[in-house]
C-alpha cells in the first residue's frame, strides 16, 4: 500500500494536487492511503518550504506546484 501526503493549508493549488493524486490512484487501482497534512509544524519536518508539497511513502517527490494527473501516476508505479 502506498502512502501519500498532500502537504498545504488548504489553498487552491493544495486542494487541486488532492484531487489529481485522488484521480491518480483511483485511474491505477493501487492500493493508498492518502492524507492532507495542513499543521505548518508537521509540515515544517518535511524540511519544505513551499506548498503544496507531494510525498509518497515518506520521501518528498514535488514541491511548490500542482501535478497533473499523469505525472501522479508515474511517481505512483
Not at 489529481?20 to 505548518?40: H, M, P, Q, W, Y
Request: glycine content about 10%; some cysteine.
Amino acid at each position: 500500500m502506498k502512502e501519500l501526503a498532500i502537504l498545504g493549508t488548504g489553498c487552491a493549488k493544495c486542494t487541486k494536487l488532492a484531487a489529481n493524486v485522488r484521480e491518480a490512484v483511483s485511474d491505477l487501482g493501487v492500493e493508498a492511503e492518502i492524507r492532507k497534512v495542513t499543521d505548518i509544524q508537521e509540515i515544517m519536518k518535511y524540511g519544505v518550504m513551499m506548498t503544496p508539497t507531494l510525498v509518497v511513502d515518506g520521501e518528498v517527490k514535488a514541491v511548490g506546484k500542482v501535478l497533473s494527473v499523469d505525472d501522479i501516476k508515474g511517481m505512483l508505479i
